[in-house]
C-alpha cells in the first residue's frame, strides 16, 4: 500500500521531464530567432515617367443615326408592297403603293376645272381688248370698260384658285406612294395588300434604319471631359471597335451638354462606317478612345496599387530596405504588351515600389528582394 504513491510521483516526474526536453529547443528557437524579424519577401519595381498613349475602353451601345416608322398620311387601303422584310433600300424607293383612284379622279377633275377658268380668262382678256378699241372710237362708256376689267380680274383670281385645288389634290394623291425618307434596312411587316391603314394605327407600315454610317453610345468618367473637349477642339479623335479580328476605326461625333450628376459621367457618341454591316443596332461593344498622350506620366504595374481604408496606396522601400506606405490617385489603367499598368499621381518617377508581396506588409517592415520587374516599353 505504502508502494503506490511513489510510483505515481516517480511516473508524474518522468512525463515532466520529457515533456520539457520536446518543448525546451522550440521555446529557444523562438526567442532567437522570432518570424517578425524574418524580413519578408517581395518583388519591386522603379516606377517610371514616360509618355503615355491614352486610351480608354468603355462598354457602349451601338446606336443608328437616323430610324424612321413609315405611317401613311391619309386613310387608305394598300394596293402593292414593294419590298421584303430586311431588304437594304435607298432614299427615295418605293415602298408602298395606297389605291389611287379616288384622288387620281379629283386631280383629273380639277385639273379640267382649271382648264375651264384659263378658256374664261383668255374670253375676257379679248373682251377688254375690244372694250378699249371701242372706248378709244366712243361707242362705250367708261363704266363698260370697268366692267371688261372686272371680268378679267375675276378670271385670273378663278384660276389662281384652281391652280391651288389642282396642288392640293397632287399632294393627296402623293400621300399614296409612299417611298424611302433615307438609305437603310427595313424591319418587320406587318401590312399586305388588300389592308386598310390609318394615320392613327398604333404599328408602323415598317420602321426603316440606317445601318452605315452608324454610331456608337457610351459614357466616360467627367474627370476626362476637359481633355475630351480639347481633343474635338484640335480635330475629331479617333475611336475603334474590336469585333473578333476586325478592327473598325471611327471617330468621336458627340459630347453631351451636361453631365449626368447621378453617375458622374457624360454622354459620348463615335460614328464608324459600316460598309460590311458589323455593327448592329442595339448590340453591345467593346469602344476604345484615342485621348492623345500625356507627357511624363508615372506609370507603375497595377499589382504595385493597395487599397486601404483611406484610399489607394503603394509601399516604397527604403534604404534601409524597410517600406513606406505613401497615398497615390489612380488617374486609369493602360495595357503595354499585354500587361495592366496604373497611371498615378503622388509619386515620382525613379522610386522602387513593392509590385508583389505587398498583402501582408506593415509601414516599417523590413523586406528583401525576390526579383526586379521591369516596366514594359510602349
Do not use: C
Not at 370697268?146 to 397632287?170: F, G, I, P, W
Amino acid at each position: 500500500m505504502s508502494r503506490r504513491p511513489v510510483f505515481y510521483l516517480v511516473g508524474v516526474s518522468l512525463a515532466a521531464l520529457i515533456a520539457y526536453a520536446a518543448f525546451k529547443p522550440a521555446v529557444s528557437g523562438d526567442k532567437n530567432s522570432g518570424a517578425g524579424d524574418r524580413p519578408s519577401q517581395i518583388s519591386s519595381v522603379l516606377s517610371q515617367a514616360d509618355d503615355v498613349t491614352l486610351q480608354v475602353e468603355a462598354q457602349g451601345t451601338v446606336t443608328a443615326l437616323n430610324t424612321v416608322e413609315l405611317r401613311p398620311q391619309v386613310s387608305s387601303t394598300v394596293r402593292e408592297v414593294h419590298i421584303k422584310e430586311g431588304q437594304e433600300v435607298r432614299a427615295g424607293q418605293l415602298l408602298f403603293s395606297l389605291d389611287t383612284r379616288a384622288d387620281a379622279a379629283k386631280v383629273a377633275q380639277t385639273a379640267a376645272e382649271l382648264t375651264q377658268e384659263k378658256a374664261k380668262l383668255a374670253d375676257a382678256e379679248r373682251s377688254l381688248k375690244r372694250t378699249r378699241e371701242l372706248m378709244g372710237q366712243g361707242f362705250v362708256s367708261q363704266s363698260a370698260l370697268d366692267t371688261a376689267q372686272t371680268t378679267l380680274d375675276s378670271s385670273r383670281a378663278s384660276v389662281a384658285a384652281k391652280q391651288a385645288s389642282l396642288e392640293a389634290t397632287r399632294v393627296g394623291l402623293a400621300y399614296q406612294t409612299l417611298t424611302a425618307p433615307l438609305s437603310g434596312r427595313t424591319g418587320a411587316i406587318d401590312i399586305h395588300p388588300g389592308s386598310l391603314v390609318q394615320p392613327s394605327m398604333a404599328a408602323p407600315l415598317v420602321t426603316l434604319t440606317q445601318t452605315d454610317p452608324i454610331a456608337v453610345a457610351f459614357t466616360l468618367p467627367e474627370r476626362e471631359l476637359n481633355r475630351l473637349l480639347a481633343l474635338q477642339a484640335a480635330g475629331p479623335a479617333e475611336a475603334a471597335v474590336q469585333l473578333g479580328n476586325e478592327r473598325i476605326v471611327g471617330k468621336l461625333s458627340f459630347i453631351d451638354n451636361t453631365v449626368n450628376s447621378e453617375s458622374g459621367t457624360v454622354r459620348l457618341k463615335a460614328e464608324f462606317p459600316n460598309t460590311k454591316h458589323l455593327l448592329w443596332p442595339g448590340a453591345f461593344v467593346r469602344i476604345t478612345l484615342n485621348l492623345g498622350v500625356e507627357k511624363n506620366a508615372v506609370i507603375l504595374p497595377s499589382s504595385a496599387l493597395q487599397t486601404g481604408p483611406k484610399g489607394q496606396f503603394v509601399y516604397v522601400v527604403e534604404p534601409d530596405q524597410t517600406v513606406k506606405m505613401l497615398p497615390v490617385q489612380l488617374k486609369r489603367v493602360i495595357t503595354r504588351e499585354g500587361k495592366q499598368f496604373a497611371v498615378i499621381d503622388g509619386l515620382p518617377g525613379g522610386r522602387k515600389v513593392v509590385a508583389e508581396g505587398g498583402q501582408n506588409l506593415r509601414p516599417g517592415a523590413k523586406v528583401s528582394e525576390g526579383s526586379n520587374e521591369k516596366l514594359a516599353k510602349s
